[in-house]
């Protein structure tokens, strides 16, 4: 299966209309205002201009969008990274797989799940007919939490609004969230897990599905069972919205 909507091999069926370009209308960061004394970033271009109609120029905002970010030092996780973890894969992805925050190794090599996770999270992409550099690949958070902890409000606050114009610009058809606290902080709840999975949700205006993190299936072979679920359901999604 090819999963590239950049070679126009995948359509959306009618009536299923584009996010239209238009201007940011409600202050990013939830109204925090830049800090041009201790954040370089400030709130760039790319964050506020209006989305190109054009899928080429849309894709190439996703890469301007990254780089003009990536000195942010809008929460104390800028200042402990090693390297800020943007994302990675197809800028035009129809499935887009999002994770809390990066890890010790994605830290070090500034890409989102890699490793043995992110090996699993390859098999499971494979198994749904997609390969990785098919699908968009990323993280609420784009710096690594000290110790691998779980993220704090204050630090989602300053984060997640890069994460909703990834979703503005790559447009995906369907997210999936990796694991518990990706859900939770995604959906604004506490449900558990069991909860979630199963379900679709909405986020940013587009279903979302719930899975386990490929690192709980390393500890627990005996989730990789629903996990598969889970993935022929996010199949189903897409299969409904998208067609050759």
Request: hydrophobic share 35%.
């Amino acid at each position: 299966m090819s999963g590239g909507r950049e070679s126009g091999q995948l359509n959306l069926i009618p009536g299923r209309e584009p996010v239209p370009g238009s201007e940011i209308s409600t202050p990013p960061w939830y109204g925090r205002p830049p800090r041009p004394d201790v954040d370089p970033a400030g709130i760039p271009d790319s964050m506020t201009c209006a989305i190109p109609d054009d899928t080429a120029a849309r894709t190439d905002l996703v890469t301007r969008f990254g780089f003009e970010i990536s000195s942010c030092l809008k929460c104390s996780l800028g200042e402990t990274r090693t390297n800020f973890v943007f994302g990675t894969g197809n800028r035009n992805a129809a499935v887009m797989f999002v994770g809390e925050a990066p890890g010790r190794d994605e830290d070090l090599q500034g890409e989102p799940f890699v490793g043995r996770a992110g090996g699993l999270l390859n098999q499971i992409i494979e198994a749904i007919g997609f390969t990785r550099e098919e699908v968009y690949i990323g993280n609420i958070l784009k710096c690594r939490p000290p110790g691998n902890r779980d993220p704090q409000p204050d630090e989602v606050a300053a984060c997640e609004p890069h994460l909703h114009r990834q979703i503005e610009l790559i447009q995906p058809v369907v997210i999936c969230a990796l694991g518990r606290i990706a859900a939770q902080t995604l959906l604004k709840t506490t449900a558990s897990l069991g909860k979630l999975r199963e379900r679709t949700h909405l986020y940013q205006d587009r279903p979302l599905v719930v899975t386990y993190h490929p690192a709980a299936l390393l500890r627990n072979p005996n989730w990789k069972r629903p996990t598969w679920e889970d993935m022929k359901l996010l199949k189903k999604i897409h299969d409904e919205r998208v067609t050759r």
